[in-house]
């Protein structure tokens, strides 16, 4: 059976989290949730981690939905907690591991910083395949049911034979009905957020932050995602000489 680790930098009690981890049992894969303890957002690739006597602190924290699956709150961050799970620190080694679902979109070339996707990279330095699911911003609430909905045929992909990928899948928070599609996509050159310095004084500087227009590169992920497309862009520096074809994934409304 498949070993799965399914993590994410918003923390262990984000309800993204447990809805991964609800679809991993659904397809029958043995699942482990380890997750920061507290939000990690930002932490990239970060191997930062709060000891106690030199220790790690990992806490049992169960999910009610899903009482049969094992479940800890690290005090880390989700690239720490997938080297350390690859190392055995949780029981036998993931074959796969599933980050996400993120509190909003990972896109452009700022996905550099996004602890979701570094979690993701992370298992893929150590030839495993990986996926991060992002659930994009807006509405009036979280629609977590589409972000499982258009995961679960490339985790379907993803347990299959095949070299190392890691995929990076952003989800429009909508109805499931109002999605157009699932479609492969290049990174945006830039982030959701423009960040501008507008001040340096003695001992401080002050930073401006701005939202990007997606729209101004219409084929990116961002620019699909702002228009109901989901998109799927393999992040393929770190499988390099593998040759990645995500074209027979294909999701249909």
């Not at 909003?104 to 996926?131: D, E, I, K, Q």
Request: proline share 6%.
């Amino acid at each position: 059976m498949t070993k799965v680790l399914v993590t994410n930098d918003d923390g262990i009690d984000s309800p993204g989290l447990h809805a991964l981890a609800g679809l991993a049992v659904e397809l029958g894969l043995e699942v482990l949730v380890a997750a920061p303890a507290r939000e990690s957002s930002g932490a990239s690739a970060s191997l930062g981690a709060v000891e106690e006597s030199g220790r790690v602190v990992v806490e049992p924290r169960p999910i009610d939905a899903l009482p049969s699956v094992q479940s800890l709150a690290v005090r880390a961050a989700p690239a720490f907690i997938v080297r350390s799970a690859l190392h055995g620190a949780f029981g036998a080694e993931p074959d796969l591991v599933l980050s996400g679902v993120n509190q909003g979109p990972n896109t452009g070339h700022a996905v550099l910083h996004s602890g979701t996707v570094g979690a993701a990279m992370t298992a893929a330095a150590y030839g495993r395949r990986s996926l991060a699911v992002s659930l994009a911003a807006g509405g009036d609430q979280w629609r977590w049911a589409t972000a499982v909905a258009i995961a679960r045929p490339v985790v379907e992909w993803l347990v299959q034979p095949g070299a190392v990928t890691v995929l990076n899948l952003n989800v429009p928070n909508t109805a499931l009905e109002r999605v157009r599609g699932l479609r492969r996509a290049p990174l945006a050159s830039f982030g959701a957020v423009q960040t501008k310095v507008t001040e340096v004084g003695y001992g401080y500087v002050h930073l401006e932050y701005s939202e990007v227009d997606p729209t101004h590169e219409p084929e990116s992920d961002a620019g699909l995602l702002a228009h109901n497309w989901a998109c799927i862009t393999p992040l393929v520096p770190l499988c390099e000489g593998s040759t990645i074809d995500v074209n027979g994934l294909e999701f249909v409304t």
